[in-house]
């Protein structure tokens, strides 16, 4: 049995709120879970909170839903947490941020069919990059980037900084250039999530907010093996929910004619 878990914090620092925010006529949550299920509805998805209101909000629209601690350092700390008090079955767990209000289901078919395939690496994190083809892209601190070692696509670092640095004059040709964003959907087998530290007020946690603030980091830090799986040129990747400006232009996407039928709202 695959396990989904998609935690949803009311707490935003960019967005307060931003969970039950209504996008064309239903609350945020609501769109990351009817992905998730469009995909596979016999998986085991569960919404992880820490607030009431996502909590009514959830069992409102039929999703199974349980309330975490408050103190849980993140989603992935959330997803151990749930698996710790027996709210996942056997097999592998995905998390999937509760803000990937139009998180395309052929990401989840990727990672799904890595976790399943018998040669996986049953041992390491896994998670999703996609190459970057715009100079912004690369400039901006809020897409993640990710350096891998050059065989097996093993996670050398993260950085909200464009990593590696290019010392040359820059061009506008993708091709001369090799950066890679990372894609919020992370993936282990049970023993190797409860073997993740979270420790938040530790001195090496450069996860920590006036640092890179990647929990992705505090895992390279632990030396845990973190492979990356490349996405399609071809598979589109939707922006997530994290300002009011992602807001808006989610909203513009789900109201035009663009999307899949598997991705458009009812």
Known sequence: MINVAIPARMASSRLPGKMLMDICGKPAIQHTWERVMSYNDGMNVVILTDHQDIYDAATKFGAKVHMTPEDCANGSHRCQWALMNGMFQDGPIINVQ??????NPDLLDLICHRMT???????????????IDNEEEVLTPDLAKVVLDAYHHY?????????????????????????YGHIGVYAWMPEVLM???????AVYNLSRPH???????????????VRCHSVHSTVKVYPE????????????????DDLPLIMRHA
Not at 164 to 175: A, E, F, H, I, T
Not at 241 to 256: S, V, Y
């Open 241 to 256: 929910l994290n300002t009011a400006q992602d807001l808006e232009t989610i909203t513009n996407i789900m109201e035009g």
């Open 117 to 131: 395939d018998p040669l996986c690496d049953y041992k390491s994190i896994h998670t999703l990059i996609r190459q």
């Open 98 to 103: 509760g803000d990937s209000v139009l998180l």
């Open 155 to 179: 996670a050398l670092w993260f950085s909200r900084s464009p990593i590696p640095y290019y010392r040359g004059p820059w061009s506008n040709d993708l091709n001369q250039h090799c950066y």
């Open 211 to 225: 640092y890179e603030d990647l929990e992705m980091v505090e895992w390279v830090q632990q030396g845990k093996p």
């Open 195 to 201: 073997d993740i530290n979270f420790i938040p007020n």
